[in-house]
Each structure stands twice: as structure tokens, then as C-alpha cells.
């Protein structure tokens, strides 16, 4: 798993050796919390791979790294809510030389898959099985691959949403990588209006639609919130996706409920637990219902649309 581009002149990083299920939480909860811009975070199996005495199967290792000097108890008080407090005290922090970090990871971004998806790099192309929609997303531009377990259970959504409906006008509110914006173009061949307020993050989106021949139709814009005259023209909207944080999601419920068609659906992630119910809430008081939920490695995938019976 690889989530974040790489942070310029990274010369700090903060390492964890732990089991599968903590080194996602730690490096998700990373990316999550940081400028991707300043921090990148990677989480890897060892494979046995580094001739230690300790090494075991299944053993995974966590690295983050930084643009700047990290505040060390700000990170271990982080990993302590995320991990809990074993996994903060074995952190260990370094000075490193500023390295291609990305090209060193890129054999831990393995192909994931999500119904009839499957994400995977350049290097895995022949994972690839008949019937698979392939979303190719090199490791450079690896935030948002589906490796996170928000991104992969929007994809997981948009997979059920597709196997009843066939929306027309489809909008991805922070697009980030852009996967969600080109898994809908692939899978509906339509295009797909999307937009992120990272200039960074866009052109990301925009090399790897065109990676995945569909830069024709899903063309991000910079965008903060959803007052760009390309994502309003494209309303009313089918299907909505908003894979960002719950603050946001919570702030942005009306602009997104007034976009959406009289039978749109909307898919939320990038959510813990604990703020489902506050999500859910200023949802529900734009007149959308939960129609499904999915949980994934602590995230939340949310599906709404208006009036609807919980399904």
C-alpha cells in the first residue's frame, strides 16, 4: 500500500514493524491527518525480504515520511487513537538521505480488487483477469489507490449501485488520484465531472485518466467545494461521490444534496466509525436516507439517496 505523493526533500521518517492490520491503520491514518504535499506513507509486507534475525511471516512494516522535522509525541498520541498505545511506543523516528522513496515501495502496491475492479500498477498489468475493469495508477501517483480501505469501499458501492442502475451524470467531489472518477467513466462509459482543491492531486487525476484512456471523459478541475462553473453545469447529478474527511462531508451536505437529481444516490467515505452518525445526520437533513453501509479496516463507506428505505 502506498498513499500520498511523494513530500519534497523528505529527509525524516518514522518507521513501525507490526501485523497487517495495524500497519494500514497507522500509514491510512497518516495520510489522513498530514499535508500530502509534506508526508507520504507506505506499508509494506516484508516478504523476508531484509535478512533480520526477527523476520517472521506475515510481518508488515510501516514508513512515513516527512518534508519537515515531525513532532514525535504529536504522531505517537496519533498512532496510540489509530493503533493503539503498543504501536505508538515501538515507533522509531530517523534522519534519512533524500531518496526516490516511491520507487523503492512500489513493489509493496499490489493489485487490489473490488467486485469488478481491479487497481493495480504498471508492473501488474497481468493480474488483469477477463471480465476486470482495470484502473492502472502508477506508484508516483499512488494517493487514493484502492489500497485504502475509504477508497476501495466506494469502489466496492459504486460496483453494487452498478449492477441495478446506470447513472448519466456522475460527479467525484475531491477526486484526489482520480480512481473513482475513472472507475465511473469505465464502467458507464460517461463522462464523469470531478474536482479536488489540491492543484497537485488534479493534475494527478488528469495523467491517470489519461493513463486509462478516458482523459476524454473525466477532465478534474480545481475546485474548492463544488462552486466550479464545470461541476455545476454538469447538475443534476445521478450519483455523487465524496470520499474525504467527515468535517468536510458534513459542511459541503447542502451544496452536494442541491446537485443531486430527485432520485440521485450519493457514495461518502473517508470516515471512522465514530463519525458515521454525525455524517449520516446533516445527510438526513437535506432529505437523504442510508441505504447501505460498509466498514473497511476502521473506514466507512456510505450509501444515501433521497427517501429511500434502508436496504
Known sequence: MLEGLPPNNAA?????????????????????????????AAAFEDEGANPRQDWRPGQWTVEAYFGQAPDEAQIRDLVACAAGPAAAAALSFARIETRDWVASSLAGLRSVRAGRFLLHGGHDRAAARANDIGIEIEAALAFGTGHHGSTRGCLLALDRLAKRKRPM??????????????????????????????????????????????????????????????LQA????????????????????????????????????????????????????????LTWRLDIEGWATLMMRRGAARG
Open 12 to 40: 525524516h521518517v518514522m518507521r513501525l514493524t507490526c501485523d497487517e492490520a495495524t500497519a494500514r491503520r497507522v500509514a491510512d491514518i497518516i495520510v489522513e491527518t498530514f499535508d500530502p504535499a509534506e508526508t507520504a
Open 169 to 230: 451524470a456522475i460527479l467525484d467531489v475531491g477526486t484526489g488520484s482520480g480512481v473513482l472518477a475513472i472507475a465511473a467513466a469505465k464502467r458507464f462509459r460517461r463522462p464523469v465531472q470531478a474536482g479536488d482543491i489540491d492543484p497537485i492531486a488534479v493534475a494527478a487525476a488528469s495523467a491517470n485518466a489519461r493513463q486509462n484512456g478516458v482523459a476524454r471523459l473525466v477532465r478534474p478541475v480545481v475546485a474548492k467545494g463544488l462552486g466550479h462553473p464545470a
Open 234 to 289: 454538469g447538475a443534476p447529478y445521478d450519483l455523487v461521490f465524496a470520499n474525504i474527511l467527515a468535517r468536510p462531508l458534513r459542511k459541503l451536505a447542502p451544496a452536494i444534496a442541491a446537485l443531486l437529481a430527485e432520485d440521485g444516490e450519493i457514495i461518502l467515505s473517508g470516515l471512522l466509525g465514530c463519525d458515521v452518525a454525525g455524517v449520516v445526520s446533516a445527510y438526513r437533513a437535506q432529505g437523504l436516507a
